[in-house]
Nanobody, 115 residues
Framework: QAQLVESGGDLVQPGGSLRLSCAGSGFYFPSYVMSWYRQAPGKERELVARISTFGSITDYADSVKGRFTVSRDDDKKTAYLQMNSLKPEDTAVYYC????????WGQGTQVTVSS
C-alpha cells in the first residue's frame, strides 16, 4: 500500500534551519507531483511548496519564497524541504503530499520555531 513518511521536524531557534524529508513507498514516485503543506494551530492547512515531476517546476507560498527550497530525488523516492531563516510563524505540522490521479498524505512532522 502507498505510504508517505515525513521526518526532520524539530524545535529550532528563530533564524535557524531544518531539512524535512518525505519518503514514499508503494507507488511509482516519479509520476507524482510532490508538495509540502503545513497547518498551524487554529489555522487551515496551506500549501508551502510544490515540485513537479522531473523537478522542472517549483512553486512556493509567498511567505516562504527565498527561504525554503523544495527538491526531490526520484531514485531515493524522497522529497525534501530545506527551510532556512526560520521564523516563529513557520511553526506548524508539516505534511507531505503526493498527487497524480490520486492523493497520498503523510502523517506530518512538527516544526517549532521558538527561542
Amino acid at each position: 500500500q502507498a505510504q508517505l513518511v515525513e521526518s526532520g521536524g524539530d524545535l529550532v531557534q528563530p533564524g535557524g534551519s531544518l531539512r524535512l524529508s518525505c519518503a514514499g513507498s508503494g507507488f511509482y514516485f516519479p509520476s507524482y507531483v510532490m508538495s509540502w503543506y503545513r497547518q498551524a494551530p487554529g489555522k487551515e492547512r496551506e500549501l508551502v511548496a510544490r515540485i513537479s515531476t522531473f523537478g522542472s517546476i517549483t512553486d512556493y507560498a509567498d511567505s516562504v519564497k527565498g527561504r525554503f527550497t523544495v527538491s526531490r530525488d526520484d531514485d531515493k523516492k524522497t522529497a525534501y524541504l530545506q527551510m532556512n531563516s526560520l521564523k516563529p510563524e513557520d511553526t506548524a505540522v508539516y505534511y507531505c503530499n503526493a498527487k497524480a490521479y490520486v492523493d497520498y498524505w503523510g502523517q506530518g512532522t512538527q516544526v517549532t520555531v521558538s527561542s
